[in-house]
């Protein structure tokens, strides 16, 4: 089973992948973004390839 990952390096807390997800990704009040669910499922997968595709840096990636 893939799991998502995020490079917090490259991560700029854009928050483009919370509003395609916001089951999986959450950013807080300090702007710090959290994997809630971090298991790609069937039920999430195509919004999960469609915030990796969407990340302005690059910063998420299935593993």
Avoid: W
């Amino acid at each position: 089973m893939s799991k998502v990952h995020v490079d917090f390096g490259l991560c700029e807390s854009n928050a483009v992948c919370m509003g395609i997800i916001p089951e999986v990704f959450d950013l807080d009040d300090q702007d710090y973004l959290h994997i809630l669910q971090d298991d790609v499922t069937p039920e999430n997968e195509a919004q999960i390839r469609e915030a990796v595709r969407q990340c302005p840096r690059q910063a998420i990636s299935l593993r």
